[in-house]
């Protein structure tokens, strides 16, 4: 279970801090919430406590996971998926696991493609967003900024 003080990562948003808890009465119903401060977004998201586990909400990677997924990054080739619209939902699937290579795996395909061929406004997108969350979360493991995080990736 999750505490005040912990640094997470919310799929589709990033990484994060949980600031505190909230009792709110939501269709009748109170519920109690975890408050997490979304760092690269200046958001705040409530989860609710009793189903955490529906919402993707996961610690941050240790030091060495995040080598081994910077690694990984440098290693990931082409996607030869040339159906965009399967490749959008598989982005999106990969974008909501949360998993640290997942997010890797998208950022660096579509990377790559754009190299290639224009991305649509909708892969462009998808790919702000996840390298948004890849940074946030290589930003909080190792504690630098978003330049230094960039470089590491060689963004």
């Known amino acids: 279970m999750f505490e005040i003080g912990d640094k997470v990562v919310y799929p589709m948003h990033g990484a994060g801090i949980i600031v505190g808890t909230e009792s709110k009465e939501i269709l009748g119903e109170m519920r109690e919430y975890f408050v997490l401060q979304v760092t690269k977004k200046n958001i705040k998201v409530l989860l609710p406590v009793d189903n955490l586990e529906n919402t993707g909400l996961r610690s941050i990677v240790s030091e060495k996971e995040a080598d081994e997924a910077i690694s990984f990054f440098s290693e990931v080739g082409e996607d030869d998926n040339n159906n965009w619209n399967k490749r959008y939902r598989d982005n999106m699937d990969k974008l909501k696991s949360g998993q ?26 998808v790919l702000s967003n996840a390298k948004s969350v890849l940074l946030s979360e290589i930003e909080t493991v190792k504690n630098i900024t978003t330049p230094e995080a960039e470089k590491l990736l060689g963004l």
């Open 100 to 125: 640290i290579k997942e997010v890797c795996y998208v950022v660096k395909t579509l990377l790559l493609r754009d190299k290639k061929k224009a991305l649509s406004n909708a892969e462009r997108k």
